[in-house]
């Protein structure tokens, strides 16, 4: 619950219609939602060094909790 407060979770219905919408236009994928988008630019970003930093970060989050 407190992710999809964090990262303004996305409806399943609005998640539906981005994919269709992807699938419609040849699309080889869709990036849905916040978290979606910001660990695409991570590993772009990042390359290799994505899950290293993911790690950190998880951590870093569950110890605030």
């Not at 849905?32 to 998880?58: C, E, H, N």
Request: glycine share 10%; charged share 20%; net charge positive.
């Amino acid at each position: 619950a407190r992710f999809n407060k964090a990262w303004g979770g996305t409806s399943a219905q609005s998640a539906a219609l981005q994919v269709l919408r992807a699938v419609e236009r040849d699309g080889r994928g869709a990036l849905i939602g916040a978290d979606g988008k910001f660990m695409d630019l991570l590993v772009r970003i990042a390359g290799s060094w994505y899950q290293p930093v993911t790690v950190f970060l998880a951590r870093r989050m569950l110890a605030r909790a």
